[in-house]
T-cell receptor, first 116, second 115 residues
Framework: NAGVTQTPKFRVLKTGQSMTLLCAQDMNHEYMYWYRQDPGLGLRLIHYSVGEGTTAKGEVPDGYNVSRLKKQNFLLGLESAAPSQTSVYFC???????????????FGSGTRLTVV | AQSVSQHNHHVILSEAASLELGCNYSYGGTVNLFWYVQYPGQHLQLLLKYFSGDPLVKGIKGFEAEFIKSKFSFNLRKPSVQWSDTAEYFCAVSINTGTASKLTFGTGTRLQVTL
């Protein structure tokens, strides 16, 4: 199994440009998440989804939009990129489980985005 | 909302030294606790987790963590570190609702092991 696949792996944007990051998982997980990782700040949740067609805001949602039209895909969009969005973006997924059967998140390999 | 504090931002140890990384959380209810590791250039991987039961949890690669409820702590330990343990370590917490829920991560501790 591929697990969680993120595309692209690297991207450089100019301020004001838009782009979409794709996250795909083949584990039939119900939950999917987008985090950004910044030095000294750890991982902060941008948006998440608890199922197909549903999304919710996380800790730092401003400037981002998401969609989950299919269970296996979770898209993160930047409508008008800003230098403050320069970061490493990680997608993760998890299944709906209880107690000790829950093994936490499966992470993608990340997308390094630079906004100039 | 829950929060997680990792007070050690950068730790440098020699090989074979013992390791203890601090993690404290703030939430008054029942929580699930995790430690993740991120090797250079890679994604996060689960080291160990605590849900209930024995507060001493053993994970992969010789790591263990102890949940001390009275101190709201979940410190990570390893008796003897190796150079290959050089990585960034993240503590995370989720509220125990019995099902999967979103994780809140600490800011991470960068561990550097020297030969």
């Amino acid at each position: 199994n591929a697990g969680v696949t993120q595309t692209p792996k690297f991207r450089v944007l100019k301020t004001g440009q838009s782009m979409t990051l794709l996250c795909a998982q083949d584990m039939n997980h119900e939950y999917m998440y987008w985090y950004r990782q910044d030095p000294g700040l750890g991982l902060r949740l941008i948006h998440y989804s608890v199922g197909e067609g549903t999304t919710a805001k996380g800790e730092v949602p401003d400037g981002y939009n998401v969609s989950r039209l299919k269970k296996q895909n979770f898209l993160l969009g930047l409508e008008s990129a800003a230098p403050s969005q320069t970061s490493v973006y990680f997608c993760a997924s998890s299944y709906l489980a209880r107690g000790r059967d829950y093994y936490g998140y499966t992470f993608g390999s990340g997308t390094r985005l630079t906004v100039v | 909302a829950q929060s997680v504090s990792q007070h050690n931002h950068h730790v440098i140890l020699s090989e074979a030294a013992s390791l203890e990384l601090g993690c404290n959380y703030s939430y008054g209810g029942t929580v699930n606790l995790f430690w993740y590791v991120q090797y250079p250039g890679q994604h996060l991987q689960l080291l160990l987790k605590y849900f209930s039961g024995d507060p001493l949890v053993k994970g992969i690669k010789g790591f263990e963590a102890e949940f001390i409820k009275s101190k709201f702590s979940f410190n990570l330990r390893k008796p003897s570190v190796q150079w290959s343990d050089t990585a960034e370590y993240f503590c995370a917490v989720s509220i125990n609702t019995g099902t999967a829920s979103k994780l809140t991560f600490g800011t991470g501790t960068r561990l550097q092991v020297t030969l």
